[in-house]
């Protein structure tokens, strides 16, 4: 597995939309997908937090793993439930639907949460990988908070 794009920024809300435009090749759930993820790096992790995101093509054309990558091993990803009036916490909601499935990896010098998104399957709830293997994502059911 080789990055097609390997991109060291530093987590804040203008690099946000800075990543959108670098990966302005790929199509609109590749994308909103990273975006979403380096946006839960500010908002849990800590604004000005470096970050590593990578984007794989994985056999052929039609399936991008999209991985971001933080220093901070604790904090593990939830999915909320996308009911309600607040206009944040949705993230890993729009990349539960969007991606085939969805993850977290630690490691000795962080974790990094990476989903992958296979162009042209309908959008839908996607795998999860927890510890011992792989769940259903229901939005407010899968998590560790």
Known sequence: ????????????????????QR??????????????LLTNVVEHVGDATPVCVR??????????????TDPDPRGMPTVLSAAGTAE??????????????????????????????????PAGLGDVAVPGGLARSWPGVIGDA
């Open 23 to 36: 990966l302005r090749g790929y199509d609109y759930d590749v994308r909103l997908c990273a975006t979403e």
């Open 55 to 68: 984007i794989v093509d994985l056999s052929g054309p039609t399936r991008t793993r999209i991985e971001v």
């Open 1 to 20: 597995m080789r990055a097609a794009v390997e991109l060291r920024v530093t987590a804040t809300p203008k690099a946000v939309p800075e990543l959108r």
């Open 88 to 121: 944040c916490g949705r993230g890993l909601v729009l990349v539960s639907a969007l991606a085939g499935r969805w993850g977290v990896e630690r490691g000795p010098g962080g974790k990094t949460v990476w989903c992958e998104v296979v162009r042209g399957e």
